[in-house]
């Protein structure tokens, strides 16, 4: 039987020789992930099941990012829970204030993730690792509970969307704008329950952090997971941080898809994403004068070093506009550091950006970020639903590193190309 390359994935970790679209499969995990807000409702959970340990010390992972450095007494008690699990349990991979990330630029940077996969976590964006050939999908706390106990999971065996990509980006136009450019197209439930597979000779020409920001909206699309061919990037990346076997699945050229979108990348423009769906998206032949109060380049779309730097080089020696609050967040320690180290964090500074530890903070509306009545911010976080960074009157825009470090110098929303 002919399969995606998603399918082909699964069948491996049921122990099947073939899936098929809505088939129900009970397969084994390769890693569990939660994070400060999800991981405490699991751990509940888990201590109802009545087993002594977890199914392996080295699968599960916990990532203190949303709320930490603690916010509040309750960020306080959340982190303690899953620290005083972690403890416990010997779990290898705990990562606290100080040595964490954002959790889905952390897991690829520290190598946890490898091609060929199966990965669950208590978080929507955990579809990110699609990027380095892996089945990632996010999962409800039970879910987590149960993987953790288990190591297995239950899925229904997703149908596919194809997306064959040629050609390659102009200059400032990135993943981001690729992944709203999509979205826009098919909308946010236009991959419902569906498998996003892209293929075709522009993949080569997009970087693996292009394909993290890709893979890591898909859920924006509706979609269980999005995945990218393996090819000498994503080799190159994974043998850099992991010295796991490299497992490659290639979809059947008979594989069976929903549908077929053929995208020319050198089409593709600098694009928004207006309030308040990430379906709403506009490029800037559409887009009018938009004051702004605030930009936020960060999150675990686009906190990579590529993004960082994009737009520092935009920034430097500009000054960001008065009444405009720029915060950048770098996704992890390393990335951090290499800005440090490399003086972007000088040219943030200079141009009267704030720079935080790495956190989910501001993408969810939890700290370091919240909008008051009536403010609009550009952000290169991932979802603008009514009052995701604050008040439900605020207004949140997404768009790429490049259009929102243009948006702070401009005092509104700007085409970098204009800068």
């Not at 400060?36 to 201590?47: G, H, L, M, R």
């Not at 040595?99 to 959790?103: A, H, L, P, T």
């Not at 669950?120 to 509970?145: E, K, P, R």
């Not at 501001?362 to 009052?387: D, K, Q, S």
């Given at each position: 039987?002919?399969?995606?390359?998603?399918?082909?994935?699964?069948a491996?970790?049921?122990?099947?020789?073939?899936?098929?679209?809505?088939?129900?499969?009970?397969?084994?995990?390769?890693?569990?992930?939660?994070n400060?807000?999800?991981?405490?409702?699991?751990?509940?959970?888990?201590?109802k099941i009545?087993?002594?340990?977890?199914?392996?010390?080295?699968?599960?992972?916990m990532?203190?990012?949303?709320?930490?450095?603690?916010k509040?007494?309750?960020?306080?008690?959340?982190?303690?829970?899953?620290?005083?699990?972690?403890?416990e349990?010997?779990?290898?991979?705990?990562?606290?204030?100080g040595?964490?990330?954002?959790?889905h630029?952390?897991?690829?940077?520290?190598?946890?993730?490898?091609?060929g996969d199966?990965?669950?976590?208590?978080?929507?964006?955990?579809?990110?690792?699609?990027?380095?050939?892996?089945?990632?999908?996010?999962?409800?706390?039970?879910?987590?509970?149960?993987?953790?106990?288990?190591?297995?999971a239950?899925?229904?065996?997703?149908?596919?969307?194809?997306?064959?990509?040629?050609g390659?980006?102009?200059?400032?136009?990135?993943?981001?704008?690729?992944?709203?450019?999509?979205?826009?197209?098919?909308?946010?439930?236009?991959?419902?329950y569906?498998?996003?597979?892209?293929?075709?000779?522009?993949?080569?020409?997009?970087t693996?952090?292009?394909?993290?920001?890709?893979?890591n909206?898909?859920?924006?699309?509706?979609?269980?997971?999005?995945?990218?061919?393996?090819?000498?990037?994503?080799?190159?990346?994974?043998?850099?941080?992991?010295?796991r076997?490299?497992?490659?699945?290639?979809?059947?050229?008979?594989?069976?898809?929903?549908?077929?979108y053929?995208?020319?990348?050198?089409?593709?423009?600098?694009?928004?994403?207006?309030p308040?769906?990430?379906?709403?998206?506009?490029?800037?032949?559409?887009?009018?004068?938009?004051?702004?109060?605030?930009?936020?380049?960060g999150?675990?779309?686009?906190?990579?070093?590529?993004d960082i730097e994009?737009?520092?080089?935009?920034?430097?020696?500009?000054?960001?506009?008065?009444?405009?609050?720029?915060i950048?967040?770098?996704?992890?320690?390393?990335?951090?550091?290499?800005?440090?180290?490399?003086?972007?964090?000088?040219?943030?500074?200079?141009?009267?950006?704030?720079?935080?530890?790495?956190?989910c903070g501001?993408?969810?509306?939890?700290?370091?970020?919240?909008?008051?009545?009536?403010?609009?911010?550009?952000?290169?976080?991932?979802?603008?639903?009514?009052?995701?960074?604050?008040?439900?009157?605020?207004?949140?825009y997404?768009?790429?590193?490049?259009?929102?470090?243009a948006?702070?110098?401009?005092?509104?929303?700007?085409?970098?190309?204009?800068?």
């Open positions: 039987m002919s399969m995606t390359m998603t399918q082909k994935i699964l491996s970790h049921a122990g099947l020789e073939s899936v098929e679209a809505g088939q129900l499969v009970l397969v084994k995990l390769d890693r569990v992930l939660g400060d807000i999800t991981s405490p409702v699991a751990i509940k959970e888990f201590n009545g087993v002594d340990s977890v199914y392996d010390k080295d699968k599960v992972t990532v203190m990012d949303h709320f930490a450095p603690n509040d007494i309750k960020a306080a008690v959340q982190c303690k829970m899953c620290r005083d699990f972690c403890n349990k010997e779990i290898t991979h705990f990562y606290d204030v040595k964490m990330g954002i959790e630029a952390l897991l690829p940077e520290k190598g946890l993730v490898v091609s199966v990965v669950i976590g208590a978080d929507s964006h955990t579809c990110t690792y699609g990027a380095l050939g892996a089945f990632s999908t996010g999962v409800g706390s039970t879910d987590m509970a149960c993987g953790m106990a288990t190591g297995k239950w899925f229904k065996v997703p149908s596919a969307i194809k997306f064959v990509l040629k390659k980006l102009n200059k400032y136009v990135s993943g981001k704008d690729v992944i709203l450019h999509i979205i826009g197209k098919i909308g946010v439930d236009g991959a419902l569906k498998s996003m597979e892209f293929v075709g000779e522009g993949v080569s020409s997009l693996i952090y292009d394909r993290l920001t890709i893979c909206m898909a859920i924006e699309a509706g979609a269980k997971n999005g995945i990218f061919e393996v090819d000498e990037q994503t080799i190159a990346y994974i043998k850099e941080r992991s010295d076997e490299i497992v490659s699945f290639k979809a059947d050229e008979d594989a069976k898809y929903d549908e077929v053929e995208i020319d990348l050198s089409t593709i423009k600098s694009t928004v994403a207006f308040h769906l990430p379906e709403n998206t506009r490029t800037f032949d559409q887009i009018p004068d938009i004051k702004i109060d605030q930009v936020v380049i999150s675990c779309t686009n906190g990579q070093y590529k994009e737009a520092a080089m935009i920034l430097k020696g500009r000054q960001v506009a008065k009444n405009v609050r720029a950048i967040i770098p996704a992890t320690q390393d990335i951090y550091l290499k800005a440090v180290e490399n003086g972007l964090v000088k040219i943030f500074i200079e141009a009267g950006c704030i720079v935080s530890t790495p956190t501001p993408c969810l509306g939890g700290y370091m970020g919240i909008l008051a009545a009536g403010e609009r911010a550009v952000a290169t976080t991932n979802r603008n639903f009514v009052g995701r960074m604050g008040d439900v009157t605020s207004e949140v997404l768009a790429s590193p490049a259009v929102a470090a948006s702070a110098i401009a005092g509104k929303i700007a085409d970098p190309l204009s800068i």
